[in-house]
């Protein structure tokens, strides 16, 4: 199977061919994988090198003149070091993009945490109207990639290396993967497996959710009506980003929310992403810890 980011160049590619609006801004990462639509699109494939502030103000740039930039880079170098530049480039002025990263909380342990991004969502939260895509296989994010690409949106499309075994359908707001009455468990993008294998034989159900922001308020109040009000986010970045959204969503419901994902203490070993996985709790063994002592099961 390929990898969501062999799907983003591949996708994008194509969309270059169709779109003229389209235009791809990068920073040597993933130069590679365009040289052909480089070669067949020279004025809407742009490397910028490794300028990260400026991969940004140029996408903002397009933007003003009415193009669609799509702006990739490891997620570090996307959201993190030229933020400043999403404030005013994109939200100050009035103008939107589709950020589409690699990298993700941790897929390339070697490169050290610099190369790691656990809180790029919790601080795309500061910004306002950013739609949030996480998705949990290539297909997903194929989809996910052309509504971006298709819209006049703020979109960041966060691509990581780890992946479901199979798709799920491509909605609005949370799924329903399995239903129970002890607790609902919200799995997002490629946790759902972890997710589903560390709650096996729980009576709770499992929502599944690729697009995170806009917050699906309206679909953890169904879940919540049919089981008990306690609710476990599992993301794969910051601990804790999306508590405040779910508290918000059920403030007029006495309920409990854990939220599991990344911790603020950094690990400072190399390792694989199964061992980044495992030094988080968030293998299936450590989460079914975790969600029986949350849950009282």
């Known amino acids: 199977m390929d990898t969501m980011r062999d799907r983003f160049?591949?996708?994008t590619s194509r969309l270059l061919d169709e779109d003229?609006?389209?235009?791809?801004?990068?920073?040597?990462?993933?130069?590679?994988?365009?040289?052909?639509?480089?070669?067949?699109?020279?004025?809407?494939?742009?490397?910028?090198?490794?300028?990260?502030q400026l991969l940004i103000g140029a996408g903002g740039g397009l933007a003003l003149t009415g193009m669609r930039p799509v702006m990739h880079t490891f997620a570090s170098f996307l959201v993190e070091r030229p933020f400043e530049q999403l404030k005013?480039?994109?939200?100050?002025?009035?103008?939107?993009?589709?950020?589409?990263?690699?990298?993700?909380?941790?897929?390339?342990?070697?490169?050290?945490?610099t190369h790691m991004s656990p809180g790029d969502v919790a601080l795309l939260d500061t910004l306002d109207g950013w739609t949030v895509h996480v998705p949990g296989h290539p297909d997903e994010a194929e989809e996910l990639l052309?509504?971006?690409?298709?819209?006049?949106?703020?979109?960041?499309?966060r691509l990581s290396a780890q992946s479901n075994a199979a798709p799920r359908p491509v909605t609005?707001?949370?799924?329903?993967?399995?239903?129970?009455?002890?607790?609902?468990?919200?799995?997002?993008?490629?946790?759902?497996?972890?997710?589903?294998?560390?709650?096996?034989?729980?009576?709770?159900?499992?929502l599944y959710a690729h697009t995170v922001r806009p917050f699906d308020a309206d679909g953890l109040r169904r879940a919540v009506a049919g089981a008990r009000p306690d609710v476990v986010l599992v993301e794969p970045y910051l601990a804790g980003?999306?508590?405040?959204?779910?508290?918000?969503?059920l403030t007029e419901l006495p309920h409990r929310v854990l939220g599991l994902g990344v911790a603020r203490r950094e690990l400072r070993t190399y390792g694989s992403i199964e061992e980044h996985l495992a030094g988080q709790g968030l293998d299936p063994?450590?989460?079914?810890?975790?969600?029986?002592?949350?849950?009282?099961r």
């Open 9 to 11: 160049i591949a996708t």
């Open 20 to 52: 003229p609006r389209l235009a791809v801004v990068l920073a040597e990462i993933s130069r590679d994988g365009f040289r052909e639509a480089e070669r067949r699109h020279p004025d809407r494939v742009i490397n910028v090198g490794i300028r990260e």
């Open 88 to 113: 005013l480039d994109f939200g100050h002025q009035g103008v939107t993009g589709v950020l589409v990263s690699a990298g993700g909380s941790y897929d390339w342990p070697a490169g050290g945490f």
């Open 146 to 157: 052309r509504q971006a690409v298709r819209s006049d949106d703020s979109v960041y499309v």
């Open 172 to 206: 609005a707001g949370f799924s329903t993967v399995r239903e129970g009455g002890d607790g609902v468990v919200v799995a997002v993008g490629p946790l759902l497996d972890d997710v589903l294998a560390a709650t096996e034989g729980l009576d709770v159900t499992v």
């Open 241 to 249: 980003t999306s508590t405040a959204a779910a508290n918000d969503a």
């Open 285 to 296: 063994a450590g989460l079914r810890k975790r969600i029986r002592a949350f849950l009282g």
